[in-house]
């Protein structure tokens, strides 16, 4: 049975390199995973917690309900002045008060100009919230532009080796889990 990815990606841009690698990824495991893109992070609205204490917004909970349902999530971010995007952090927020994230198998790939303080910062949040990433499921691409065309084809090829170990890694991963 095919393992269900749930697909975020930090960035909201429509044609974004992030958005392209994560369906890189998504094309690299079509036979042995089935992948959900979550395209609502420029919707949710602020986190609150005032809105939170019985129950979330409808949005909110319907994102809750994907990252439940998915036996991963694949993160696939730019990094913004040095920072997570601030959507992007807004809808892991709507989930610190749950335990959604726990032990959920997360790859996370950080792709931007540097990248560096993004990716670290990520990597706090996921383990903070109890996410089970591994080095193995994590890389960072650095000059992430210049390593992808716009038909979304990975032009670098040590990038595209490097997202085919971590979609093997990924989906060892989840299989491991799932068992």
């Known amino acids: 049975m095919k393992k269900k990815?749930?697909?975020?990606?930090?960035?909201?841009?429509?044609?974004?390199?992030?958005?392209?690698i994560i369906n890189h990824v998504a094309r690299l495991l079509s036979t042995d995973a089935q992948f959900e893109f979550y395209n609502e992070l420029d919707i949710l609205p602020h986190f609150n917690p005032d809105l939170?204490?019985?129950?979330?917004p409808e949005i909110v909970e319907d994102l809750r309900q994907k990252i439940r349902k998915a036996d991963g999530i694949l993160i696939c971010t730019p990094e913004y002045v040095f920072s997570l995007p601030g959507a992007l952090k807004n809808a892991?927020?709507?989930?610190?008060?749950?335990t959604?994230?726990?032990e959920?198998?997360?790859?996370?790939?950080?792709?931007?100009a540097s990248g560096v303080i993004a990716h670290e910062s990520l990597q706090l949040v996921l383990k903070t919230i109890y996410a089970d990433i591994r080095k193995e499921t994590q890389?960072?691409?650095?000059?992430?532009?210049?390593?992808?065309?716009?038909?979304?084809?990975?032009t670098d090829a040590?990038?595209?080796?490097?997202?085919k170990d971590l979609a093997d890694n990924f989906l060892i991963h989840l299989n491991e889990k799932n068992r």
Do not use: H, M, Y
């Open 139 to 154: 890389l960072l691409i650095q000059g992430a532009k210049g390593k992808i065309s716009s038909e979304g084809e990975i």
């Open 158 to 163: 040590l990038t595209a080796q490097q997202l």
């Open 52 to 56: 939170d204490k019985e129950r979330a």
């Open 92 to 98: 892991i927020e709507w989930c610190v008060s749950t």
């Open 5 to 20: 990815i749930l697909a975020i990606c930090g960035s909201t841009r429509t044609r974004s390199a992030n958005l392209l």
């Open 104 to 112: 959920k198998p997360v790859a996370l790939i950080t792709a931007s």
């Open 100 to 102: 959604i994230f726990s």
